[in-house]
């Protein structure tokens, strides 16, 4: 494959941005105390970060100044994956640093929250009543009884409850997990059931789209089945009356309390986080009080560049680990904007609106919304005053180069464009932001710093500028302590290191280029492998949703019986248009011309929509298991997707072909 090094990049920072960022002070900081390079950028920077692992991280706690209340033995006791064994002995607590803030008088009354719903007017918490409502919080769940490792659940949105109950629970040392109140009964008895909460924090409603949700059916029927519990909190989000034997939010969190933060070891559970669970029960993910703390601190003080001065928005539910990574953003002293509603009411441009409302400095979304943006015609820097945004970032899927230049023409010119990628399963980036370093279109900037992040062949054999896995070959601290129910460590292992022994695999395809920038080409497990050539899903959604006909697509290629391979497309067509032979034609000459002959699709079937996960990733899997003749409810947790009914067309594809 040719080198890559050649393209001129999008958009390049200037040399007073580059000598600004964060990550600039802390590699010259770095350098002095630790012997970090000096010279040779983000690369030389990283490098470091790799091969001198324990001295990287112990800089990353130094310049955040995180408060150990008894000190590590070591950095980094065992190196071995699973199992690494970070900072031993160390005491902390991840709500006090959230917190901190509130303790500085000329910060006490800014806004630490701002939370906007559908009728886009913001309302601020301030950092001192955000720490008083936690405080308060706390309390009364030591006096219900919550002792540290207890689990407690939210079914909540994206509201300032529920970072107060987030925070109060850490604070005690409990474990937190949530869902976001449009997953239906059984998706979050699947979730909750397997870690047995002692309180769970609910809404009677939610409000989306310009309609009213009401939950109280769907409360009454978590209450019944989750016997552990032993207090519910109602929160009358539509404003009716707690149930019987309900707890009121408001006089539990109406003291002036100072807070008192548990001192909990390192590697003590902070929250439970799920994945998708498309095929079974969702894996119960358990992340770390600590191993969080350093991550985020890294990820988004270094990465993003957020300090005192920023407001953070990323479009996000209590259901995606991005609620639980934008919260961090306390960690650095920044205003955190919390929007509850549809991403697109009343119009497609309602997350630009917001993002001009709160005067965001980093607007984080989807790369789909991007692309709906691009379909509807939406001009953000025409219609709405984005003057104070530093970065647009996406995730969710790649972004396609298409993305990258309509927000270049149609946001600023002079915008850093963050594409980045990572995971449920740590919490956090292993590809992405780098306010120092150019972006090139369709590419991520880089490895994130203390990720050892390569591209392997199927021999373990690293690559460059050529298609491999995604492998993370170090420790890193946000990586899951364990999963839930799972004593014997096998789920865990066989999730992430039944292929390359001791080496996290994630499941994507990625190229990582000659210059460190890093594309990705979608699913491993779902790649197209037709005579030999692999090519990922998500290289065919980027040119057959270029289509204006095209609103979205599910390609799946499937191997037969008799040795052939079949590769359908399914396209879910935009208002007014037709699949009509002109049509299938153009969609199998662009596949043809911009991307490969040998993966122009074998027919083109239009559906009534693309089935989803809940988190909203495209099914896959599921649905080549369910076109090779699987039934439903062995091939799909009904509980894990968007849509069940979406499901059952291809069910029936799938046994008419057998």
Known sequence: MTSAANTAPLWQPDAGRIAAARITHFQAWAAERYGAPADGGYAALHRWSVDELDTFWKAVADWFDVRFSTPYETVLSDR????????????????????????????????????????????????????????????????????????????????????????????????????????????????????????????????????????????????????????????PLLGTQAPEGALDWTALTSADTEPVFEQVPFSHPLWVLYSSGTTGLPKAIVQSQGGILLEHFKQLGLHCDLGPEDRFFWYTSTGWMMWNFLVSGLLTGTTVVLYDGSPGYPDTGAQWRVAELTEATLFGTSAAYVMACAKADVHPARDYDLSRIKCVATTGS????????????????????????????????????????????????????GTDLQAWDPQGKPLTNEVGELVVTNPMPSMPIHFWNDPDGSRYHDSYFDTYPGVWRHGDWITI?????????????????????????????????????????????????????????????????TLDDGLRTRIKQAIREQLSPRHVPDEVIEVPAIPHTL???RIEVPVKRLLQGAALEKAVNPGSVDNLDLLRFYENLGRTRR
């Open 398 to 449: 790649p972004l396609p180069p298409d993305g990258f230049r309509w927000l270049h023409d149609e946001v600023a010119p002079d915008l850093w464009t963050a594409s980045v990628s990572g995971g449920t399963d740590v919490c956090s980036c292993f590809v992405g932001a780098v306010p120092t370093l150019p972006v090139h279109i369709g590419e991520l900037q880089a490895a994130c710093l």
């Open 80 to 235: 071995s994956m699973p199992g690494a064994q970070w900072f031993p002995g160390a005491t902390l607590n991840y709500a006090e640093h959230a917190l901190r803030t509130a303790e500085d008088p000329a910060r006490a009354d800014d806004p630490a929250l701002l939370h906007v719903d559908e009728t886009h007017r913001p309302t601020p918490v301030s950092w001192s009543e955000l720490r008083r409502q936690v405080g308060s919080l706390a309390a009364e769940l030591r006096a219900i009884g919550v002792r540290p490792g207890d689990r407690v659940s939210g079914y909540l949105p994206n509201i300032p409850q529920a970072t107060v109950a987030l925070l109060a629970t850490a604070a005690v040392g409990g474990v937190w997990t949530s869902c976001a109140p449009d997953f239906g009964a059984r998706s979050v008895l699947d979730r909750f059931q397997q870690v047995e909460p002692v309180v769970l924090f609910t809404v009677d409603g939610y409000r989306y789209g310009g309609k009213e949700h009401d939950r109280t059916d769907t409360v009454a029927e978590l209450r019944s089945e989750l016997p552990t519990l032993r207090a519910v909190v109602h929160i």
């Open 513 to 577: 280029t000659d210059r460190g920038s890093v594309i990705i080409h979608g699913r491993s497990d779902s790649t197209l492998n037709r005579q030999g050539v692999r090519m990922g899903s998500a290289d065919i959604y980027e040119v057959v949703e270029r289509l204006p006909e095209i609103r979205e697509s599910l390609v799946i290629g499937l191997e037969e019986p008799e040795g052939g391979y079949w590769m359908p497309l399914f396209v879910h067509l935009a208002e007014g248009a």
């Open 615 to 617: 988190t909203g990733k």
